[in-house]
């Protein structure tokens, strides 16, 4: 068995992909980098241009990753700019909400892209950012000049995820179309992945597009600079990588979305097997100490057979869950 059977029910009251809110800056549990001179308040040298892609525990935001057609963790993302000593970020953020009626959430949905203090950005986005150096060859200049046209007239988010729709952009999509204007070649889509149970959520969201930019076509391995976290050790978020690995592998395309999600009114919450693996596996390691990727991954793999059954899904790189490792 892959994943438990346990059908998909109920409704939750709100769901946030790219969204906003507000709080000061953050202290880092963790931070990991490449380069230490130059290194700005935040552990991780930062300067106008940079992409930053965000990770979240948040329930809700593992259907995003299951999406993909490739594994990544990151589920939203944003433009850094540096202005007079203080890092903020660009971005194109909206609020789902649900009712109690048929409707589903894309029909009620606030948002727009808008310029937000890093601190904010890191807190209310999940806890966890990585930041990666702007392609090469593009005119900054450029670049933020559409992502201060398109904050200045608060370009409103788009929910239905339509790419061809430039009206509304979603997060991936805003940082895309900015690093277009300023002469990168256009990025390209990629279908979302095979799955029955998916492709019925997405239709009752209105998302008709089955094609998708996600946050990992925007960034390259190799000009990773580093990654702050507010709530996760090094080792932790190795652990929490490889979980959402595990878990990615083992939706094929006959696995059901409610395997793995519990609906409910007012929440969604991973499913109680799903749940009890995760804490395994936080379990099994000690945060303060550092293990490496392969290990991690090992003992991830023996607790997802413990809990969800026996499942060949393949190696998972090490690079997956620990960037530095990916130069």
Not at 235 to 249: C, P, S
Request: aromatic share 10%; with cysteine.
């Amino acid at each position: 068995m892959k994943l438990v059977d346990i059908a998909c029910w109920g409704l939750v009251s709100a769901a946030v992909l790219c969204s906003p809110s507000l709080l000061a800056r953050a202290n880092l549990a963790a931070v990991q980098g490449v380069i230490i001179d130059g290194a700005s308040a935040w552990g991780v040298p930062l300067k106008t241009g940079q992409i930053v892609a965000t990770e979240s525990a948040v329930p809700i935001n593992v259907m995003y990753l299951l999406l993909y057609p490739e594994f990544s963790p990151f589920v939203h993302v944003g433009i850094v700019e540096v202005d007079h000593g203080d890092a903020y970020v660009y971005e194109a953020g909206g609020t789902y909400k649900l009712s109690a009626g048929a409707a589903p959430p894309t029909d009620n949905v606030s948002g727009y892209v808008r310029r937000t203090p890093l601190g904010d950005f890191l807190h209310e986005m999940g806890g966890t950012a990585s930041v990666y150096e702007s392609p090469t060859g593009v005119d900054l200049v450029k670049v933020l000049a559409y992502a201060k046209q398109h904050t200045a007239s608060k370009t409103p988010f788009d929910a239905y995820f339509n790419y061809t729709d430039r009206s509304r952009l979603y997060c991936s999509e805003f940082v895309a179309a900015a690093f277009e204007a300023g002469g990168k070649i256009p990025y390209a889509t990629v279908p979302v992945k095979p799955n029955t149970s998916m492709r019925v959520v997405l239709d009752w969201l209105k998302v008709k597009d089955r094609q998708i930019l996600p946050v990992y076509q925007l960034v390259k391995q190799e000009r990773w600079a580093g990654t702050i976290s507010e709530n996760y050790t090094l080792t932790e978020l190795k652990v929490d990588r490889a979980v959402k690995a595990e878990l990615y592998q083992r939706f094929t395309p006959d696995q059901k979305l409610g395997n793995v999600l519990a609906w409910g009114v007012g929440d969604v919450g991973l499913q109680p097997p799903i749940e009890q693996f995760r804490k395994a596996a936080f379990d099994a390691f000690d945060k303060q100490k550092n293990y490496n990727a392969a290990e991690v991954l090992q003992k991830v793999r023996q607790l997802a057979k413990s809990y969800l059954g026996e499942f060949d899904g393949g190696v998972i790189s090490v690079c997956s869950i620990d960037f530095s490792l990916c130069h």
